[in-house]
């Protein structure tokens, strides 16, 4: 399957939903941080922004991909992405954008956001294609 534009989207803000939220949930409970409030709200201003700015990294990709043969991607540097993904929500954290989040635990991030990143990535390359048969021949559209 070569996912779409608008497939890669849908299923970025799906999984983000049905994978990273609930397990930004749980996760949050084991993170060291000031308080549970504080680290509940680091945690999902940086779901949120996975969200948000993943539409522009969906156009940045899609972009280079037209220079592929096979216009995808292969699957080890869909997770590898998760580095400068990760890299850019880590410094809009700690530079207080878009709210400020108090002090950010470096070693409390990476955890979050690497297990939040490889769990998206195990689901994208597993059940998702397992539950929603038609999603892999509709280009990664959900809708």
Known sequence: MTPTLVGRIQTRWFLVLAVGVPWTAVVSLALPGASLGDVYAATFTAILL?????????????????????????TLLGLLTG?????????????????????????????????????????????????FIRWRFRGGRLI
Do not use: C
């Open 83 to 131: 580095i400068n993904e990760g890299a850019l929500i880590y410094l809009l954290l700690r530079a207080g954008v878009p709210i400020d989040v108090g002090p950010i635990d470096t070693t409390a991030f990476l955890v979050h956001f690497a297990s939040v990143w490889t769990l998206v990535w195990l689901a994208t390359n597993g059940p998702m294609r397992v539950v």
């Open 50 to 74: 996975v969200a948000v700015l993943g539409v522009g990294w969906e156009l940045i990709y899609h972009a280079l991909q037209q220079f592929r043969w096979d216009k995808d991607w292969p």
